[in-house]
């Protein structure tokens, strides 16, 4: 039987981190912050939610002297939860969409409602709402840092967010599938429309190139992000053309 592969440094840095995925760090995630801590471009105390426990724990793990957290990426505090004054909410989905956990629910233009024991206090829901209607409760008492915060907390948070970047990327693969058989459709349209007159053909082959040039930098966005090289074009030159 093949052995499990063992965790990188950038695994088990991870593993040390809350999962708030607060992005005070100066990352857009704590798997980005923990890259950048194995690779030496991060430092290890640029953790509020952490707090000095959290650098106690990297300091630890990677045999590096004990530092204050950086004041430049916050101070540690309680923990606190959001919550949204729904007599004000106008349904803008904002705070949805900034959640990185997955813990607000609702529909454009109803009500939203945090689900208060999946929130972890990131509070990046606050900034994008554009009626104020959100804030920020304590609910740890003088707890703080991983005192305010479960390891079994931390792993669900962890989980959420996991699954919630998978939806995401399931959902953007979806749409560039639709779009690209929509830019298909359209071009195999236009390449069967009957031209008459010079200025006619001129029109459809200008319509032709703006689509074959939409359609290439598709395939190029896609394959940037799977760090592949684009795959051919689609050929429609063996559309049957209508006759005149």
């Given at each position: 039987?093949?052995?499990?592969?063992?965790?990188?440094?950038?695994?088990?840095?991870?593993?040390?981190?809350?999962?708030?995925?607060?992005?005070?760090?100066?990352?857009?995630?704590?798997?980005?912050?923990?890259?950048?801590?194995?690779?030496?471009?991060?430092?290890?105390?640029?953790?509020?939610?952490?707090?000095?426990?959290?650098?106690?724990?990297?300091?630890?793990?990677?045999?590096?002297?004990?530092?204050?957290?950086?004041?430049?990426?916050?101070?540690?505090?309680?923990?606190?939860?959001?919550?949204?004054?729904?007599?004000?909410?106008?349904?803008?989905?904002?705070?949805?969409?900034?959640?990185?956990?997955?813990?607000?629910?609702?529909?454009?233009?109803?009500?939203?409602?945090?689900?208060?024991?999946?929130?972890?206090?990131?509070?990046?829901?606050?900034?994008?709402?554009?009626?104020?209607?959100i804030v920020m409760y304590p609910v740890s008492g003088e707890a703080?840092?991983?005192?305010?915060?479960s390891q079994a907390e931390a792993d669900d948070a962890r989980a959420?967010?996991?699954?919630?970047?998978?939806?995401?990327?399931?959902?953007?693969?979806?749409?560039?599938?639709?779009?690209?058989?929509?830019?298909?459709?359209?071009?195999?349209?236009?390449?069967?429309?009957?031209?008459?007159?010079?200025?006619?053909?001129?029109?459809?082959?200008?319509?032709?190139?703006?689509?074959?040039?939409?359609?290439?930098?598709?395939?190029?966005?896609?394959?940037?992000?799977?760090?592949?090289?684009?795959?051919?074009?689609?050929?429609?030159?063996?559309?049957?053309?209508?006759?005149?």
């Amino acid at each position: 039987m093949p052995h499990p592969v063992p965790p990188s440094l950038a695994d088990q840095i991870e593993d040390l981190l809350p999962q708030t995925q607060c992005t005070k760090c100066g990352y857009s995630g704590c798997r980005p912050y923990a890259d950048a801590i194995a690779e030496g471009s991060a430092e290890i105390n640029q953790c509020p939610p952490g707090g000095a426990q959290g650098v106690v724990r990297l300091a630890s793990l990677l045999g590096k002297k004990v530092i204050p957290l950086n004041p430049v990426h916050g101070y540690e505090r309680p923990r606190s939860l959001a919550y949204i004054d729904e007599s004000l909410c106008i349904g803008c989905t904002l705070c949805i969409q900034a959640c990185p956990v997955d813990a607000i629910v609702g529909a454009a233009k109803q009500m939203h409602t945090v689900v208060s024991a999946l929130c972890t206090g990131c509070d990046l829901c606050v900034a994008p709402c554009p009626v104020d209607c959100i804030v920020m409760y304590p609910v740890s008492g003088e707890a703080t840092g991983w005192d305010a915060w479960s390891q079994a907390e931390a792993d669900d948070a962890r989980a959420r967010h996991d699954l919630r970047t998978q939806r995401l990327r399931r959902e953007v693969a979806e749409n560039d599938a639709r779009l690209a058989a929509k830019a298909v459709a359209k071009m195999q349209e236009v390449t069967q429309e009957v031209t008459v007159t010079p200025e006619e053909t001129a029109e459809k082959e200008r319509k032709r190139a703006i689509i074959a040039a939409a359609m290439e930098r598709a395939r190029a966005k896609a394959a940037a992000a799977a760090g592949t090289n684009p795959p051919p074009a689609p050929d429609v030159s063996t559309v049957p053309k209508k006759d005149a």
